[in-house]
Structures are given as structure tokens and as C-alpha cells.
């Protein structure tokens, strides 16, 4: 199994194989919390514009994103998992657009299969590349706005890497390095409710979710982010 670690939008453009677009904070954490609540289609898009027009063709739509980390107009949740962690999204769709993650997405254009990459589901995520044993796996850290390095999505990226080697990993070192260390722990001092300071913890809860979300073909030109189980070495 090869495995290569790429960043930023050009990264995903070259990933190839089973790749894994990373985005911690917060786009792919937000994306578990979401199907957790029950979504019936989760619609990760590029543009404002295309979330904006397909609120308009659909007013149910439930639109959830950011723009430089701030909720736009119109939106009715910013990309948070606090805000959206108790939203009972039951049969609804919700059209996710963000700086980083989601435009990694649109992007990786020449990969095999695409998956999203976040500690919330981080063992999931091992357990199914392995099961899907690939020749190939590429690991795009997407970053600050998607131009900028974010420790959390490099340490994730090391993370899987790792143990898909058989090397050992140390959670908690990442996590006290995250919060005292990085520029990520500006999380903690944040007073924007479109990045409450409860978000930190909310993606740093390792293995909360035992799924994957797989990028698949919608309709004819969108992308829906499928629920995989993974359970006792089983893709469900």
C-alpha cells in the first residue's frame, strides 16, 4: 500500500487511489455530527453560488457553511458541530459548502474512491482502508482556508498513516500539543458563535462515529456523502 500525504486544493487534484480529503475543523467533523442526526442526503458543494441556487429550487434545503470560518447569509447553521449537534436533520438535505474541506472534495477529480478524513471517525476510516486494501492511498490535508497548513489535519494524516504501517499513535499528545501549542487552540479563545469554543472538543472525540462518509455521484452533476458502516472488519 503506497501512501502519500498531499495539502491544499492542488493536492487533492493530484491524490489518486482511495483518497482521503482531511479536514478536522471543521468541515468533516461537522459532516459526522450531520449524519449522525439523521440526514437523508448530505450535499458537500464548491461554490456559494451552487448552495445558494439549490436553496432557491428547494427551499427545504437546509444550507450549513463558512466563509473565512464565518456562517454566510442565508446560511442556517455555520460550520460548527455545536450548533448542530442536537439538530434532528431526519429526512432532510443539507447543502454543505466551506473554505477547505468541501472544495477538496470538488476537486479531487482523479481519485479512485473519495472519503472524508476527520479524528470523530478516525478508526472507522482505518478499518476501511484496510478492508478495502488499495494499492494506493492518498491523505489531502486541506488546511486553513485550504492555502495555509493546519497542524490538526497533518497530525491526522500522520495519524492514519501510522497505524495503516503498524506504528504506534499517542491521542492524547496530539491532542494537550493541538491546545497549548498550535494555532489551533485559538479555538479555545474564540468568543465568534460561528466558531464556539466547544467545537475543539466536539472534534477531538476520538472514534465517535463508527462510519465513513464516501463521496458519490448526485444527480447529474452534484456529490452526496454516503454512510458506510464499518463494523467488526465489515463495510455495511
Known amino acids: 500500500m503506497d501512501i502519500q500525504i498531499y495539502h491544499y486544493v492542488e493536492g487533492a487534484r493530484q491524490a489518486r487511489g ?4 482531511i479536514d478536522v475543523f471543521r468541515a468533516f467533523s461537522v459532516a459526522c455530527y450531520v449524519t449522525e442526526g439523521g440526514v437523508k442526503n448530505l450535499l458537500p458543494v464548491g461554490s456559494m453560488d451552487t448552495a445558494y441556487q439549490l436553496k432557491q429550487e428547494h427551499p427545504d434545503y437546509i444550507l450549513i457553511g463558512e466563509r473565512g470560518g464565518v456562517i454566510q447569509p442565508g446560511f442556517d447553521y455555520g460550520n460548527s458541530p455545536y450548533s448542530i449537534q442536537d439538530v434532528d436533520f431526519n429526512g432532510r438535505t443539507v447543502v454543505h459548502t466551506t473554505s ?24 472507522a476510516i482505518i478499518d476501511y482502508i484496510r478492508l478495502r486494501n488499495p ?26 498513516k501510522n497505524a495503516l504501517e503498524g506504528k504506534s499513535n499517542d491521542f492524547q499528545a496530539i491532542v494537550h500539543y493541538l491546545q497549548f501549542e498550535s494555532r489551533t487552540g485559538k479555538f479555545l479563545d474564540t468568543v465568534d458563535a460561528s466558531a464556539p469554543p466547544e ?6 472525540s476520538l472514534n465517535r462515529f463508527p462510519f465513513v462518509l464516501k463521496a458519490e455521484p448526485y444527480g447529474d452533476s452534484l456529490i452526496r456523502l454516503s454512510k458506510q458502516g464499518v463494523v467488526e472488519g465489515v463495510i455495511l
Open 199 to 204: 467545537d475543539f472538543d466536539l472534534c477531538l
Open 135 to 160: 494499492q494506493y492511498v492518498s491523505l489531502v490535508c486541506m488546511g486553513w482556508g485550504a492555502v495555509e497548513e493546519a497542524d490538526e489535519d497533518i497530525l491526522f494524516a500522520q495519524y492514519v
Open 18 to 21: 482511495l483518497t482521503v480529503i
Open 100 to 123: 477547505a474541506g468541501t472544495q477538496g472534495i470538488v476537486n479531487a477529480v482523479n481519485a479512485d474512491e473519495i472519503i472524508t478524513g476527520s479524528f470523530v471517525n478516525a478508526q
